[in-house]
């Protein structure tokens, strides 16, 4: 059973983007700050997490990715930022901060979810 | 001993001036170390080809000038014949002269040629009366002292021959121009030369007895008497340039260099002036003053900032506009190096350029070329300046570059123009970016799942209406905001309106979508006659519920006020929340500013309050807002009572 989280501190966006990935075998959960992320990042431990950059609170997007992938019990999840950022240096700052992949907004579900069958496997 | 003499004579040759003191001092050094009491040096005449004594020194001074003719005529064929002999040495009983034999004895002597470019040129002799005084190392010595003097020889002469020169050409030159003349203390000229004479047109019995001052103007006249009577004895010469009107009758500047005689006490007997005429020189002058002046003002005046450097980027001019762009005055650049006033990557940027430019200059030497840049400098008070500085090699006569003519601009206000510019579309193209991601992505879903439900397909739906509604809005905001901008004004379709209807209307929306803020608007009762544009109002109000609820978040009361003046209405919206800070403030009605900084898509697109200042400027009115950190917001609007005369 594959788990994936979605952060995004739009519930319109979480749910697009939470529908897109909704398959058999599949649990998605979904986070609205990077707080939040963080924590049930490491209660659950997810295959997968998919994370907006700018959020609300004191952990955006960025920072959530790097902590999560300097611990040790998160290390292992892959993070693909999914933003509306999109300038090149925006990227380089995503891949910087330990992010798998990179994802613009407006994005295309179909893209997206091939991409996240190729990580996934 | 003769090594010792040989050397003072070097010595003494060296300085030598004439070629009289070079051949004695060969001749009196040739008998100190052959220990002879006569010397004689004959020279070949050029146009007869005869031997002539050139110098004569010992006893043989005495003896008339023309010398043994016999002897001399002998030594020379028998010279001239053998011309790889370097010495002779000869004992005979007495050496006969034209007046018959006047050297009564044995006499030795020993004779050296003198020969140059390979002919023999004549001879040097020294003799003496004791038998066999002259040794085989004397012979040696004989020969060196010769050559010596030879090579004396050449230099006096090659010497002469250009002091020569020199006078003859300066006597020619003075013949011609210099002015000359000779007056008492009094001024009272006492000679003057001819070119004088030409030069102020008069006979020189006209001129002589008359004031050599007499030509000046009252100036001049004062301040020649004065450095006349500066000179002294011994003294420089004092150089005087005055004006003075010529034959002609043209005025001329001369320069007077004078200097006076005087007697044993010091008293000035009479001053000798010598003059040149310095017109064209001081015509140039003036004219290169007066270009340099006109260069200067405009360089000076000029709101770029000119600066002139040496090719290791010290400062060699700075203008003066360099103040009002960097803060410094220019005297406290003349130790410096620009790119001391450059960040760290403009410096890198321009050494850049510069290494091209030379490069460039290699390649293709004296070809014209600048370099336009945009580089940041650091202002004395510490912050960064933008400016756009070209930058070209000054060169010398000949083409090579000599310095660097830097032109900056300082470009500071105009990128920070840019700046918001590119900021603007940024913002707005990120701000259009999240309704489309909606868009896109659901219609994508409804496309490709196959496995929705029909609320999902709905609610889809419903997104996509509601996204595009809210980018079409945005789209509309940023219209205006460019119409605005560019100076053309808010299309507005005005009508008599009852404004407290439609606040009711656009409450009665908020209030069924917030659980924890009460609305509350007085007076309760209307009408309250506006004359504007019903879609306008519309969206004003709904701008500034928005943004009440947005920043009120834990809640509270929203009022809404009205009060009525004899010209115009005032209105007020205040909410409780969250508030600003002064400097928060002041930017609320700039495009795109969010309070919010950190940037998230909930707290709106920043352009609510400008569309709002819009608005009702737009129908002749005012706003403006107050508000308190933690405390809460108030906006507050005037909309004029009557209808604008002026059509607006």
Redesign the interface.
């Known amino acids: 059973m594959k788990k994936i989280l979605v952060v995004d501190?739009?519930s319109?966006?979480r749910e697009?983007v939470a529908?897109?990935l909704a398959r058999d075998g599949c649990t998605v959960l979904e986070a609205e700050s990077g707080e939040q992320a963080v924590g049930m990042a490491r209660d659950e431990t997810p295959d997968l997490i998919m994370m907006d950059i700018?959020?609300?609170?004191t952990i955006?997007g960025l920072e959530a990715t790097r902590i999560l992938k300097n611990d040790p019990l998160t290390k292992g999840c892959r993070i693909i930022m999914l933003t509306?950022k999109g300038q090149a240096v925006d990227i380089t700052k995503g891949f910087e901060a330990g992010a798998d992949d990179y994802f613009v907004?407006?994005?295309?579900?179909?893209e997206l979810m091939r991409k996240v069958d190729e990580i996934l496997g | 001993m003769a090594t010792h003499r040989l050397l003072k004579l070097v010595r003494d040759l060296s300085s030598a001036h004439s070629a009289q003191e070079v051949l004695e001092q060969s001749v009196d050094a040739a008998m100190e170390v052959s220990g002879t009491d006569s010397g004689w040096v004959w020279l070949e005449e050029k146009a007869t080809g005869i031997w002539e004594p050139a110098c004569r020194r010992g006893l043989w001074s005495t003896y008339p000038e023309d010398g043994p003719a016999r002897f001399v005529n002998s030594l020379q064929t028998y010279l001239i014949a053998k011309p790889d002999l370097d010495y002779i040495y000869h004992e005979s009983k007495g050496l006969e002269f034209n007046d018959g034999m006047r050297q009564s004895g044995a006499t030795t002597w020993g004779a050296v040629p003198l020969r140059r470019d390979g002919l023999t040129i004549g001879c040097m002799v020294v003799s003496s009366r004791t038998k066999g005084s002259i040794s085989r190392t004397d012979e040696q010595v004989l020969q060196i002292i010769a050559w010596q003097m030879g090579f004396a020889q050449a230099r006096v002469r090659a010497e002469e021959e250009m002091r020569g020169h020199e006078r003859a050409h300066r006597i020619a030159l003075d013949a011609q121009t210099e002015l000359q003349c000779q007056y008492l203390p009094d001024g009272t000229l006492i000679f003057v030369n001819e070119a004088y004479c030409r030069f102020f047109g008069r006979m020189s019995e006209d001129l002589i007895g008359t004031s050599f001052f007499a030509g000046l103007d009252e100036e001049d006249r004062k301040l020649a008497a004065k450095r006349l009577a500066q000179l002294v004895p011994a003294g420089r010469e004092d150089v005087l340039e005055v004006q003075a009107v010529v034959a002609s009758g043209d005025l001329r500047w001369v320069r007077w260099s004078r200097r006076g005689i005087f007697d044993h006490n010091g008293k000035a007997i009479k001053f000798l002036s010598t003059g040149s005429d310095i017109t064209e020189k001081v015509t140039i002058l003036r004219a290169l003053e007066d270009t340099e002046r006109r260069y200067r003002t405009l360089v000076e005046t000029a709101r770029d900032v000119i600066f002139t450097l040496d090719m290791d980027f010290k400062f060699t001019y700075v203008s003066p506009s360099v103040t009002s762009v960097l803060g410094y005055h220019t005297s406290e650049l003349d130790s410096l190096c620009v790119l001391d006033t450059f960040t760290d990557s403009s410096r890198k940027r321009l050494l850049e350029v510069y290494g091209n430019m030379l490069a460039a200059e290699r390649k293709n030497r004296g070809q014209s070329f600048s370099r336009t840049e945009q580089i940041q400098q650091y202002h004395k008070a510490g912050h960064t300046v933008w400016t756009e500085a070209t930058v070209t090699f000054l060169r010398d006569r000949d083409g090579r570059p000599k310095g660097i003519l830097m032109i900056s601009r300082d470009v500071t206000e105009r990128r920070h123009i840019e700046q918001m510019k590119s900021d603007f579309v940024t913002s707005a193209a990120h701000h259009l970016r999240t309704p489309l991601t909606s868009i896109l992505g659901f219609s994508e879903l409804l496309l490709i799942k196959d496995d929705l439900t029909a609320q999902e397909r709905a609610k889809y739906l419903e997104y996509i209406r509601q996204n595009s509604q809210s980018m079409s809005a945005i789209i509309d905001d940023l219209l205006d905001i460019a119409r605005i901008e560019s100076g053309e004004g808010m299309p507005l379709r005005p009508q008599v309106l009852d404004l407290l209807e439609i606040v009711e209307e656009t409450a009665a929306f908020y209030r069924e979508s917030s659980s924890v803020h009460r609305i509350e608007v007085s007076p309760a009762t209307g009408p309250i006659e506006v004359f504007a544009d019903k879609y306008r109002i519309t969206r004003l109000f709904r701008n500034l519920f928005d943004n009440a609820f947005r920043y009120s978040p834990a809640g509270g009361l929203i009022r809404v006020t009205c009060e009525s003046f004899p010209e115009h209405h005032l209105f007020g919206i205040s909410d409780e929340g969250v508030g600003m800070n002064p400097k928060q403030t002041k930017r609320v009605f700039d495009p795109f500013y969010r309070v919010d900084a950190s940037d998230t898509a909930d707290s709106g697109t920043g352009l609510g309050l400008t569309v709002a200042r819009n608005i009702v400027e737009a129908l002749g009115g005012r706003i403006w807002l107050e508000s308190e950190k933690d405390r809460g917001t108030k906006v507050k609007f005037t909309l004029p009572k009557r209808r604008p005369t002026d059509g607006k």
């Open positions: 501190d739009m319109e966006l697009l529908k897109t700018m959020m609300p609170g955006d509306a907004k407006p994005f295309s579900p179909l």
